[in-house]
């Protein structure tokens, strides 16, 4: 078969991209830990506010030593609105939705959860950076999703 000379160098060249994408996911997946979400976890969105962990959302330490913090994200408002951790400790957040899909983003870290109703989202992190940091929600919600927003506030250890 006769390939033009040029379709040939370009060839080689889409085959050489599809290789070092490819090769750029599995380095990601190894090397940098990036992973797709793999906690699959379900609640019943119509009782999370009467029963359960999510009806009392709050800060708690855990018999680890870390701190979990169990969340609401709901029609426009994250409970609690106002989080305080200590830094240096594992912080593990668990947030759902009684409503609709809403995201939960702490700007200045690595967490960025899309909360869906029926399903916990959960992430760990250790902040080292005290201070105010800036909670979004960053799935469009509703008419009032640009106001949907919280604060963390990272403490120094006692
Ligand atoms: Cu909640 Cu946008």
Same mark, same amino acid.
């Given at each position: 078969? /006769? %390939?033009?000379?040029? $379709?040939?160098?370009?060839?080689?060249?889409?085959?050489?991209?599809?290789?070092? #994408?490819? =090769?750029?996911?599995?380095?990601?997946?190894?090397? =940098? +830990?990036?992973? !797709? !979400? +793999?906690? %699959?976890?379900?609640?019943?969105?119509?009782? &999370?506010?009467?029963?359960?962990?999510?009806?009392? *959302?709050?800060?708690?330490?855990?018999?680890?030593?870390? %701190?979990?913090?169990?969340?609401?994200?709901? #029609?426009? @408002? #994250?409970? !609690?609105?106002? &989080?305080?951790? *200590?830094?240096?400790? *594992?912080?593990? #957040?668990? &947030?759902?939705? !009684?409503?609709?899909?809403?995201?939960? /983003?702490? %700007?200045?870290?690595?967490?960025?959860?899309?909360?869906?109703? =029926?399903?916990?989202?959960?992430?760990? @992190?250790?902040?080292?950076?005290?201070? $105010?940091?800036?909670?979004?929600?960053? $799935?469009?919600?509703?008419?009032?999703?640009?106001?949907? /927003?919280?604060?963390?506030?990272? $403490?120094?250890?006692?």
């Amino acid at each position: 078969m /006769q %390939v033009d000379r040029f $379709e040939r160098y370009w060839m080689w060249a889409a085959s050489g991209m599809l290789v070092l #994408f490819l =090769g750029a996911i599995v380095i990601t997946a190894v090397a =940098g +830990s990036a992973h !797709p !979400p +793999s906690h %699959v976890e379900t609640v019943d969105p119509d009782t &999370i506010r009467v029963a359960g962990e999510f009806a009392t *959302p709050g800060v708690a330490a855990t018999a680890d030593g870390g %701190v979990t913090v169990t969340m609401r994200a709901e #029609f426009y @408002v #994250f409970r !609690p609105e106002v &989080i305080r951790v *200590p830094a240096g400790k *594992p912080i593990t #957040f668990r &947030i759902t939705s !009684p409503d609709v899909l809403h995201g939960f /983003q702490i %700007v200045g870290s690595n967490i960025n959860l899309t909360v869906a109703p =029926g399903y916990v989202s959960e992430a760990t @992190v250790t902040f080292t950076r005290l201070g $105010e940091y800036l909670i979004v929600c960053n $799935e469009y919600c509703g008419l009032a999703h640009h106001l949907m /927003q919280g604060k963390l506030i990272v $403490e120094a250890r006692q």
